[in-house]
């Protein structure tokens, strides 16, 4: 299974991006999705998930409100809308695919990883 992240960028405060992660197998509807991030220097952290049928999210209390996560089956695609970004966003992004039908906020429930996208928010 590879997984593709794509669509970040380098943005003003404020304003709106849209991450996108493709799954190389259709099998990746069957499971639950995640988005971390790292920023340099520190530990990677959740940032939101999706269970296997898009009716439950996780998010982490740093970005609720402002990120929405969702899942489109048809594309094999999941997606990571962040609006009102603050230069505390600025990561690297990954998406990853966890080993059951839920989502969680554990990195050790995840098997599969991408390579990641940067976001890097400006003042």
């Known amino acids: 299974v590879q997984l593709q992240a794509s669509g970040g960028g380098t943005v003003q405060a404020g304003v709106s991006l849209r991450l996108s992660c493709t799954a190389s197998?259709?099998?990746?509807?069957?499971?639950?999705m995640g988005w971390f991030r790292q920023a340099p220097g520190k530990e990677r952290e959740f940032v939101a998930a999706?269970?296997?049928?898009?009716?439950?999210?996780l998010y982490a209390e740093s970005v609720k409100g402002r990120f929405s996560i969702s899942r489109e089956y048809a594309k094999s695609t999941v997606y990571l809308q962040m609006n009102s970004l603050k230069p505390e966003d600025t990561s690297i992004y990954y998406c990853a695919r966890a080993r059951s039908a839920v989502g969680s906020t554990s990195e050790r429930q995840y098997q599969y990883w991408g390579h990641g996208t940067q976001v890097t928010v400006s003042s």
């Open positions: 197998a259709r099998t990746s509807s069957n499971n639950g």
């Open positions: 999706i269970d296997w049928s898009g009716s439950r999210t």
